[in-house]
């Protein structure tokens, strides 16, 4: 792991770091396979386990994606196979056991956001168990989950939830770039229409415990109310997922306020802008420095996403949209009164969206807050990842800022895939 982080800055590391990364593959590989001959598992392999995690994190560093993929299959395979002679482990092991399936939920959150099917690569070992250690049930009233997550100190369930927008909405791009029209593909698409519906009530229903329920973290730079705030700042993703891909969603009330939903581009004007303004103000509140900030390079994506300016408004200065350093200062950045559902800025205080030059304003000052906060977690973060986050997010407002006729199908899965800027974004 120091080898992979050192290579950046010293170039003649990557040799090194590629012969050591080989190593761990080799001895993870031959634990797999004594794994394999043993027979019942009598004890939680905790060793394995952790490798497998700290082995496919790193493997996102350097753009190893197949292999980020590979990793996370084995260590579902494992976790099944556990979860199979669970009762016969020590209370420690099953204490583990539950870290290590919720750890593996959020990894496959990270991977299912850059965007692989599961069936894509190939596996070391065997891996013939269920891929999904948590199969995920939207029929299920209660969800024991929303206890804080190991690895994100945010709940599981929105975790969870967070995960299952992402798998609908790619799912649902994917078919659509297909232009499949046999029956059963059209009941596939139906199927994905209607759990984004159920997703979606999940999500606003969504609610978190008070401050004062929740204990102290134990780290100066993660305050509670950090975690609290990047849970919200989740949930707001996922339905901003949502409605950006599925905008003749039927419900009538968004998180923020009640919205009349007619047209696309009225979807935009009054649900999606409004909420990428609104997440983007409330990850402002957490620091680059905070210890939580693993998990905000994939909150910026999505506040990027719904940052789009109306038709018509390609005068809006280039500098500011893509976030450069010359453009609008982030010292105008908006804040968001919930009560009335206006803006305030050192501009004025005015409605949401009454003129263009508003909509020029208040999306510019977001843009610009995005790509200057990503700028600081290249500082603090390992460095590739965070430079592949900047340039999908400047592709994606490109996209946006080119669409002339205002059509509204660009789609960030799209470009992520078109041209392949992706990374384990966390």
Known sequence: MSAAYMSNQAPQM???AFQYMQAAMNAITSEILVLNTRGIMQTLPVGVLFA????????????RHELVKRLLRNTKAILSEA????QSFSPSDREMLSFFVSSTQYWDTLVTFMGYEDGSVATIGDDKSEDMVLPFDLNVTQHPTLTPHPWTGISTLTSQLFCESIKCCRSFRKKM???????ASMLDTLDVMARAEQLEVMLKQLEYPNLDEIGETGDRLTPRQHLIEAAEAYRL?????LYQTFPNTKTEVSPIGPFEIARDDVIWGDRVVPLALYLTNLLKKIPPESGSRSLLPILYI???TGLRFRGGLLSAPRTAALGDSSGLSADHAMFHDSSDFSWASPHGSFDAFTSMSEDIILIGDARHLIMQ????????????PIEIAKNLVKAIWEAYDNDLFDQHDVHWADI???LGLRSIFG
């Open 177 to 183: 770039k297909g232009h499949e029209e046999d029956p």
């Open 52 to 63: 497998l995690v700290c082995m496919g994190t790193i493997f996102g560093w350097i753009n």
């Open 83 to 86: 979860k199979l002679h669970s």
């Open 373 to 384: 906060r990503l700028g600081l977690l290249e500082n603090c973060l390992y460095p590739k």
């Open 14 to 16: 990557k040799a090194t």
């Open 302 to 304: 999505a506040a990027s």
């Open 416 to 418: 992520m895939e078109d």
């Open 237 to 241: 993703s996922a339905l901003l997922h």
